[in-house]
């Protein structure tokens, strides 16, 4: 028998056997109930409401949900697994400009920036995106002194580091204006140029980091 609809969204029919039923004196038919994978309470439906057809009621659980730093991913960022995983990253870039975002997922700053970084991500196919939630990766934050959330690093090839800074979505202009500063060409330049493909130039030194 075809699924059907239930009593809630959070419900299916299936076709089944009697022998599915719980067994009670007062012939009802014991459903339990979830709230998040939590199971919240219990319902009793009258056991003639289902002997009538043989169906079984349950739920239907929905997927985990993503995490709101696995969203829009896109396909020049990555999300590091492991201190081998972030170095190997690093190596197999080359000469390619990198940008490393450090973030937590409690913290409420850096996920008011996920969708600018992933915006920016999406207009400059040609860098490389890093992210590295230090929850999890806590070697390389303390390797890398980092001491501040949301922070920034910019890499690129033998150079290395070449910057370094902490900014809120309030402060974005401090994103743009590093990215300008390192030769990459910001979405501003490319329409007054009417180009939308991100260029390098040299390195002019590094910024500061924000004390923010």
Not at 21 to 34: G, P, Q
Request: aromatic share 8%; glycine share 4%.
């Amino acid at each position: 028998m075809s699924m059907a609809s239930a009593l809630t969204n959070h419900w299916v029919v299936s076709g089944s056997s009697r022998h599915d039923m719980s067994n009670r004196s007062d012939d009802c038919f014991k459903v339990l109930t979830w709230n998040h994978n939590v199971i919240k309470g219990k319902q009793f439906l009258p056991r003639e409401k289902v002997a009538l057809t043989g169906w079984q009621i349950t739920r239907a659980v929905p997927k985990d949900p993503k995490k709101w730093w696995e969203i829009d991913m896109k396909d020049n960022v990555i999300n590091i697994k492991s201190q081998d995983d972030f170095d190997e990253q690093l190596l197999m870039a080359r000469d390619k400009f990198t940008v490393v975002h450090f973030f937590s997922p409690s913290c409420g700053a850096c996920k008011a920036l996920h969708s600018k970084v992933h915006q920016f991500a999406e207009m400059h196919p040609g860098l490389q995106f890093l992210m590295v939630n230090c929850n999890e990766q806590t070697h390389i934050c303390k390797r890398l002194h980092v001491c501040v959330l949301p922070l920034f690093r910019f890499y690129r090839g033998a150079e290395g580091r070449i910057c370094s800074f902490s900014c809120t979505i309030s402060t974005i202009h401090k994103f743009k204006d590093a990215l300008k500063k390192h030769g990459v060409q910001t979405e501003s330049q490319a329409a007054e140029k009417g180009d939308a493909s991100p260029k390098m130039d040299r390195d002019d030194g590094p910024i500061e980091p924000s004390n923010d």
